[in-house]
């Protein structure tokens, strides 16, 4: 099967059997005892940190099963009609095409506490099913979730070991057949901190760079995946929530850089009426960040930050699905790559100054007539370069 270029690696190589679902072996084997038992109990709740493997699990619960799957999230769970007319009927029937059939409900945390239908329809769907039923969900530990815990089996995914990525990362290399350095793909394995998903982003995203080589630490990505998940949440997200205020309180970033972030990828995910509320939104906090730095009035964060975040939420009138490849800005990404260069052209600035005796400054300055002289390979001995910075000194000759 032809997939699209453009396609997310996690879903490029989502797995496909149990086999291959590494560091879940006692989650697959209660999913294994589940199906088992099946009708005993009608549900399983996926639950664990984000990127783990819930829907991946689902997913291939249905491949074993050669199952339909018919997929809901929280905001299908509010409209009664469509559940009526819909999903009622598809959770009797049989699959047309396949030999069973799987009713998924993703993140069903997403419910929020004013849509106590929600939860009621839910436990209805699972009631009345007459085919397995798969929630996940990320925390289903709090009190509006009592009644569901227990008519569900609950089936926990822990974080996976980043060894296990690492494993992983290096697999996606060779089917991808890009080169990224084994000490990249560490660094991605263990900042992931267990996410898979976080990770192979990471990796997809690193290798596309021209200039990868340049890269010896992930810590610049790793910010850029919080401020994927940040922008996720909002674009995503009709439901305003406390969340929302303080979504990019946990983004190592700036203010500056999340506003570029913003402005670049609001076009991505909405259109026409809503495109033009989600840049008033951004235009009218942009003009409290104005009056905060003009006047270092900082109550007005509290104002910019709404703005940012439930103010552009607002402009949409239904939660959005699917994945968005969002964009970084482009001027940032030039800077960033600007730095790196300037970065080893200062390392070697700074031995060769410490050598010869005159300052780094003076040594940046006449840095053409030390590449000249840096051609000598005895003399970037003496200077003990890297072999980075003997890359570098090669590229620029």
Not at 86 to 92: D, F, G, M, R
Not at 162 to 169: C, F, G, V
Not at 238 to 252: G, R, S, T, W
């Amino acid at each position: 099967m032809n997939l699209p270029e453009n396609i997310p690696w996690c879903e490029k190589h989502r797995v496909l059997c149990f086999s291959d679902l590494k560091g879940q072996d006692l989650a697959v084997d209660k999913v294994n005892m589940f199906l088992k038992n099946f009708p005993k109990k009608k549900a399983i709740i996926l639950h664990g940190p984000p990127g783990t493997g819930k829907t991946s699990l689902a997913y291939v619960i249905a491949s074993e099963l050669d199952a339909e799957i018919l997929e809901l999230n929280a905001s299908d769970l509010r409209n009664k009609e469509k559940i009526l007319q819909i999903i009622k009927p598809a959770s009797e029937q049989r699959s047309l095409f396949k030999k069973s059939k799987i009713i998924l409900v993703d993140e069903v945390d997403g419910i929020s506490i004013k849509d106590r239908g929600g939860l009621s329809e839910l436990l209805a769907i699972i009631e009345k099913s007459c085919f397995p039923v798969i929630i996940t969900a990320n925390d289903i530990w709090k009190q509006s979730f009592n009644l569901l815990r227990q008519k569900c089996e609950l089936i926990q995914l822990k974080e996976i070991d980043y060894k296990t990525i690492l494993d992983l990362l290096i697999n996606i290399c060779k089917k991808e057949k890009c080169f990224v350095n084994k000490d990249v793909l560490t660094s991605i394995s263990i900042k992931a901190r267990g996410d898979i998903r976080a990770a192979i982003n990471d990796l997809q995203i690193i290798s596309r760079l021209d200039e990868s080589s340049l890269v010896k630490e992930v810590g610049e990505r790793n910010k850029e995946e919080s401020i994927f998940t940040s922008l996720q949440y909002i674009f995503k997200n009709a439901n305003i929530d406390a969340k929302m205020l303080n979504i990019f309180d946990e983004v190592n970033m700036n203010i500056d850089e999340i506003f570029l972030w913003v402005e670049e990828n609001i076009p991505l995910e909405y259109k026409k009426e809503e495109l033009a509320k989600a840049f008033d939104a951004l235009s009218i906090a942009d003009v409290f960040r104005g009056r905060i730095y003009t006047h270092q009035n900082w109550r007005f964060m509290v104002y910019e930050y709404f703005l940012l975040g439930p103010g552009i939420a607002a402009s949409k009138k239904f939660n959005r699905t699917g994945w968005t490849n969002y964009k970084k800005p482009s001027r940032i990404l030039k800077i960033w790559l600007n730095n790196q260069r300037c970065a080893k052209k200062k390392t070697i600035c700074i031995k060769y100054a410490k050598y010869c005796h005159i300052s780094t400054k003076q040594a940046m300055k006449d840095f053409m007539l030390v590449k000249i002289i840096l051609r000598d390979n005895n003399i970037r001995e003496k200077l003990k370069l890297g072999s980075e910075e003997i890359e570098y000194l090669d590229k620029h000759m």
